[in-house]
């Protein structure tokens, strides 16, 4: 793993006291935030962010219909929307360098120990697969790891941009390669 110059706060006791499993009856709540990376779906519960998503497509409105079975109620006045939006206002303007959000994902357990990992990663820094492998105590799980990282539904927050491939490149990220890169940039920067 990649260290930071700085000692950053370990974020990962937050993630698994906020990071609860969504209640499988609970309506699905949608708004759009545009930011300088470019328009973000949230995703919420009505209490807990359960998702965020670099674009706004009908690839992401079929996920969403697949993982929650309910048609998204588009909703921009709900709490856990506006501490996100200050939130990732202050992280893209350099001012934040972890969140403190309740998250509600869903996934495997496999899927959501790798998540939990990536939460691990300090600002600033990177990991490999096989890190986040050995990490879990499942060194031979490399690929898997890296599947479970591509489908994580809370972008940023649960920082996946943050694992590179063993040879140091900028690969496997669903919002492309320029967006990590830029992700990567901001906290890196001075």
Not at 27 to 32: A, D, G, K, L, M
Not at 90 to 101: A, C, I, K, M, P
Request: proline share 7%; aromatic share 6%.
């Amino acid at each position: 793993m990649t260290t930071p110059t700085t000692t950053q706060p370990d974020t990962a006791r937050k993630f698994t006291a906020a990071m609860e499993l969504p209640t499988a009856s609970a309506p699905v709540y949608t708004t759009i935030l545009d930011t300088d990376l470019g328009p973000l779906l949230l995703t919420s519960d009505g209490t807990h962010l359960t998702g965020l998503y670099l674009e706004v497509s009908e690839a992401i409105d079929a996920r969403l219909d697949r993982m929650f079975g309910v048609e998204p109620t588009p909703e921009d006045d709900l709490e856990i929307f506006h501490r996100a939006e200050a939130q990732l206002g202050e992280y893209l303007s350099g001012q934040r360098t972890q969140f403190d959000l309740p998250l509600a994902a869903k996934g495997t357990e496999f899927q959501r120990s790798v998540w939990q990992a990536l939460t691990q990663i300090p600002f600033g820094s990177t990991a490999g697969y096989g890190e986040l492998a050995e990490m879990l105590g499942r060194p031979g799980a490399a690929r898997a790891v890296g599947a479970a990282n591509g489908k994580n539904p809370i972008s940023i927050i649960v920082p996946c941009h943050r694992v590179i491939g063993a040879d140091g490149s900028l690969t496997g990220y669903a919002w492309g390669e320029g967006k990590k890169r830029t992700l990567l940039t901001l906290e890196t920067r001075p």
